[in-house]
Structure formats: C-alpha cells, structure tokens
C-alpha cells in the first residue's frame, strides 16, 4: 500500500516569513495529492490540492509543487499570519481508490 | 453554510457501553466516510459508504459498525467501547470516488471512555 512521510513535524517561523512542509509518498500510481489543515478541535479543511498532470498549483499565499520522478511533493506558505497556525496534513490517493493516505502531519507555529 | 454535520461534538461513555455517533450532509455526496483520529495522529479510515454500499477496511475491529440509512446521514456504533478506542471520530464525504475527488471533513466528535 502507500506511504506517505511528512517533514518536518514541527514548524516555527515568525510571521511574515516563509513556511516549506515535505511529503514523499511511495506508490507510483497516486495521482491526486491534497493539502489539509487543521485547527484545535476542528476537522481538516482542505486547502488545496494538485492533480499528477499538474507541477505546480498556487492560490494566493499557498502554492504546492510535485515531482513526480522524484514522488515527493511540498506546501509552501508565504508571508505567513498567526492564523496560519494549525496542523497541517498531506495526503496521496489513486483514482477509483477509496482512501486517503496521509502524513503523520505538521504542526506550524507562526511566532507574531 | 454546514456541509457535513457532526453530533455530538463531544461524548462521554462508560468502558463497553455502546455509543452512537451521528453524521449528516447537505452536499447530496454519494460517498461517506469515516476516520479515527487519534492525539497527534493521522486520521485513519475505518469504512466508507458508496451510496449503499459498505466497505470496511481490512484492520478496523469488529467492534466498529455502520449505518448509512439514507443519503444524508451515516451512524458510526461502537458495540463496546474500551478506553483505546477514545479518539476525534471523522465523518468525510466525496461526490464520487473518481480521479481526484475532494473529501469533506466534519467538525468531528471527541470521545472520551471513562
């Protein structure tokens, strides 16, 4: 089955600045990668996702990038606020699979 | 606007008392799911639901039941409660189980096993 590996598990930057989360992910068929975040005592709210036919993928402050050769794929958040902070979750799925395997998460601190 | 519903937010129950948790949806979604997320874990799906279809993952205990009596609601029942069981329980729901389709995470229900 997949496995996904997530880094770092912790994270503290000062605001404004920059934060990077890593996910590697070992099954070769995995072609939909989304991006979730979790605040205390909340379910995860996606917040944004790529497809495999895609490199990169931004939103306004968040962009996440895929290399495929290499699987791995990462989240990047600019110009980051306090209330960026939460747990931050990857995850890779196959079409037509009915699971979501995700990483063992990242709790990001944005230090005011 | 709620997509998908949680109740309770919390629940309390004594060690093999059974207990019910409770989700619904406005989404009209054909699939739902539900995880088990421990302190500082991953959620771990236990089952899902493809309309009336039950699916249940290869490792979650027989302890651990479903019911999806119509589209908008799925009941996750614990027979018998231990304490390892206390955990954040997911509802998710997708439109499909297609390439590339979004899960939608409930608040979830915190239960506690005294």
């Known amino acids: 089955g997949e496995n996904v590996e997530q880094h770092p598990s912790t994270l503290s930057v000062q605001e404004g600045d920059s934060a990077v989360i890593k996910c590697t992910y070992s099954?070769?068929?995995?072609?939909?990668f989304p991006w979730y975040k979790q605040e205390l005592g909340k379910g995860p709210q996606l917040i944004i996702d790529i497809r495999s036919n895609v490199g990169e993928k931004k939103d306004q402050r968040i962009a996440v990038t895929l290399n495929k050769t290499a699987k791995h794929f990462s989240l990047h958040i600019t110009e980051t606020q306090p209330e960026d902070s939460a747990v931050y979750f990857c995850a890779a799925s196959r079409a037509g699979a009915n699971n979501l395997f995700f990483g063992t998460g990242t709790r990001l601190t944005v230090i005011p | 606007d709620a997509m998908v519903i949680q109740n309770p937010r919390y629940q309390v129950t004594q060690f093999g008392k059974p207990v019910t948790l409770s989700c619904s949806q406005t989404l009209n979604h054909n699939v739902m799911y539900w995880y088990q997320q421990k302190s500082s874990q991953a959620p771990k799906l236990l089952f899902h639901y493809y309309d009336k279809d039950f699916n249940n993952e290869a490792d979650t205990p027989d302890n651990f039941q479903s019911r999806r009596p119509n589209t908008s609601f799925c009941f996750l029942d614990i027979r018998s409660p231990g304490l390892g069981d206390a955990a954040m329980y997911l509802c998710?729901?997708?439109?499909?189980?297609?390439?590339?389709?979004?899960?939608?995470f409930g608040p979830g229900t915190r239960l506690l096993v005294l």
């Open positions: 099954d070769s068929a995995s072609n939909y």
């Open positions: 998710a729901t997708s439109r499909d189980m297609g390439f590339a389709e979004t899960q939608y």
